[in-house]
T-cell receptor, first 115, second 114 residues
């Protein structure tokens, strides 16, 4: 079965704290893609990162970093020195090459960054 | 470059009415996806089109239909609306190239059924 689990429903941190959002996935496919999207209160889905199953290299983009580990089927997202503008719901998603690349989303993690 | 455009952004309908949601993909994108996001839920895949043909179908009610036109825009038609259809409807597009797996989402249409 294809599944994405985001066990953290809601996280609250104080501004400037680091925070890690967890994502665990299940798939039998050997080729698949993982994504993170941000959904701010305005509602749109903002693309953050894409990673394919053959690329386990971690990535850093400014205050954002991602840790992909196939051994544990995890694709975790860390925000360093969080800011109030980071407050949003963050979704992890999975797609695969068998079919049409439709996304399976996790249930999302609501991040609240307090000033 | 312009992103995915969805119209209308907000729509209020009564039960049993019909609604049509429109999606204009990014230029040169040939694949369109529709997702439904209920309140406090994650987006759920409804249906997708590639080159004007339906390519995949998810948990889309029989009361809903969709199509993709020759200019690649897509419309989601919803009939006999129910209260439970109130949701945020996203359209996403992608291009069948090297990054075909990456979908770019529109701002969504918020449908409220009264």
């Amino acid at each position: 079965a294809q599944k994405v689990t985001q066990a953290q429903t809601e996280i609250s941190v104080v501004e400037k704290e680091d925070v890690t959002l967890d994502c665990v996935y299940e798939t039998r496919d050997t080729t698949y893609y993982l994504f993170w999207y941000k959904q701010p209160p305005s509602g749109e889905l903002v693309f953050l990162i894409r990673r394919n199953s053959f690329d386990e290299q971690n990535e850093i983009s400014g205050r954002y970093s991602w840790n992909f580990q196939k051994s544990t089927s995890s694709f975790n997202f860390t925000i360093t020195a969080s800011q109030v503008v980071d407050s949003a719901v963050y979704f992890c998603a999975l797609s695969f090459t068998s079919g049409t690349y439709k996304y399976i989303f996790g249930t999302g993690t609501r991040l609240k960054v307090l000033a | 470059a312009a992103g995915v455009i969805q119209s209308p952004r907000h729509l209020i309908k009564e039960k049993r009415e019909t609604a049509t949601l429109k999606c204009y993909p990014i230029s040169r994108h040939d694949t369109v996806y529709w997702y439904q996001q209920g309140p406090g839920q994650d987006p759920q895949f409804l249906i997708s089109f590639y080159e004007k043909m339906q390519s995949d179908k998810g948990s889309i009610p029989d009361r809903f239909s969709a199509q993709q036109f020759s200019d690649y825009h897509s419309e989601l038609n919803m009939s006999s609306l129910e209260l439970g259809d109130s949701a945020l409807y996203f359209c996403a597009s992608s291009f069948s190239g090297p990054d075909t797996d990456t979908q770019y989402f529109g701002p969504g249409t918020r449908l409220t059924v009264l």
